[in-house]
């Protein structure tokens, strides 16, 4: 989905799922506060038997956003609509939870589930603001591309600046050429993670490859032959190609930002999912351990 939807996200249909969770923590407080005439406020009493099971579906119902995700991907609004659900309900089982163990937290298998469970709801704030936050750079933004549009357009500028190295000197041409070749967009994960640049250039005099970060040391060659240039042909072409450069230069830096934070939103999963999945697994184990034990 396009992430920059995130905003509408948050207010879908007015606001529906956010009143639907203030709803349910309400009715849960109720619940709650209705605990202590025969036993004091804990999960086993009937009204905490019905919170952890609310809480419990709740949990099923959010991780099956997955799902969902794979299932509606032609159908955004659908989708809108179940992600603005998780992201409201999801926050309000911070309460329902708590509510249902009646805040007695210690250390043992049940508080484990707790524990878990507020790892997938912070890591979940944490996804939530890495959407809203870059949204220009991730999807459509106001400068009007999207990653693809801005590939694309590099092709044309690489296209561009073969066409005018042609009408360089050979030591010039190779160098121009080599810059193009040895641009790494984005290398292995951690590069990307890190947003670091790592493409070269082939010195023409050694033939050993030197770092050419942002485009920097082609655009410093080009600019020091304007003046030295032999003819108008090639000082045009010079001229063309350090234009052409520092708008590759700018192409560049915007791609390898979108890929740095598509590489967040990916560590941000590595954690949100696993996290989901050991929730789970608590959940059954505490279960099974109070029917057990109880
Ligand atoms: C998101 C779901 C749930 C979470 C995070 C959760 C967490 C907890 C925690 C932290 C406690 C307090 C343990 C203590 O007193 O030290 C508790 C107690 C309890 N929970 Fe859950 N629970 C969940 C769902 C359920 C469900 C579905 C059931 C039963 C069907 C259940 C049954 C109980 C019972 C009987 C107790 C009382 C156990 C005791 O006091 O020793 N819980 N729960
Ligand atoms: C018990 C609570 C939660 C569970 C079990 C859960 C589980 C999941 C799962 C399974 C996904 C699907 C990931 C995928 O397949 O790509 C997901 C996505 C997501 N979750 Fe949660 N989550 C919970 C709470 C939250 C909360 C509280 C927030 C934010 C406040 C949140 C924000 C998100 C976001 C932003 C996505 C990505 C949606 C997208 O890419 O379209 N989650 N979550």
Redesign the pocket.
Known sequence: MVPNMFQSILKYKKYRYLKLSLLSVLASYILYLSQGSSQPA???TLQ??IL??F??F??LLLASLGIRKRKYSSNLGKLQGWTSAHIYLGTS?LLI?SF???F???W?I??L??VL?LAVIFSGFYGLYTYLHYPRVLSINNTGGTQNTWLEEMGEVDDKIKAQASSCQIEMRLFVLSALKNTILSGNFYPQLRGKDLSKIREQSNKKLIPNKNQQRIIDAIATAIPQSMNQAESGALNQLLTLFSRRQRLLKIIRRNLQVRAYLKVWLMFHIPLTVA?MAA?IV??LV??I??
Do not use: C
């Open positions: 804990n999960g086993g905490g038997y952890g099971i809480a419990t709740l949990v089982l939870a249902h163990a009646a007695q937290v210690g043992n049940h508080t589930a707790y469970l929730l959940l505490h279960i109070v029917f034990y109880w």
